[in-house]
């Protein structure tokens, strides 16, 4: 799975699990997975990006469609 490749490298999950978590919509926490690739030079596909944001939505977020 691309996170724990290339994300989970870097960070631990509880990273998502902040109280003060600047993510509240599927918007942000998309942009949040593009800036973090950008950052770090990974070369993400759009569909790579969907699939972090996915995951990441159903094991943290849980945010609202």
Same mark, same amino acid.
Do not use: G, M, N, P
């Given at each position: #799975?691309?996170?724990? &490749?290339?994300?989970? &490298?870097?960070?631990?999950? $509880?990273?998502?699990?902040? #109280?003060?978590? =600047? /993510?509240?919509?599927?918007? +942000?926490? $998309?942009? #949040?997975? &593009? =800036?973090?690739? =950008?950052? &770090?030079?990974? =070369?993400? @596909?759009? #569909?790579? /990006?969907?699939?972090?944001? $996915?995951?990441? +939505?159903? @094991?943290?977020? $849980?945010?609202?469609?």
């Amino acid at each position: #799975e691309l996170y724990a &490749t290339q994300c989970a &490298t870097c960070h631990s999950e $509880r990273l998502h699990e902040r #109280e003060k978590s =600047r /993510i509240r919509t599927l918007a +942000d926490l $998309r942009a #949040e997975v &593009t =800036r973090w690739s =950008r950052e &770090t030079k990974q =070369r993400f @596909s759009a #569909e790579d /990006i969907e699939d972090v944001v $996915r995951y990441l +939505d159903l @094991s943290h977020y $849980r945010l609202k469609k």
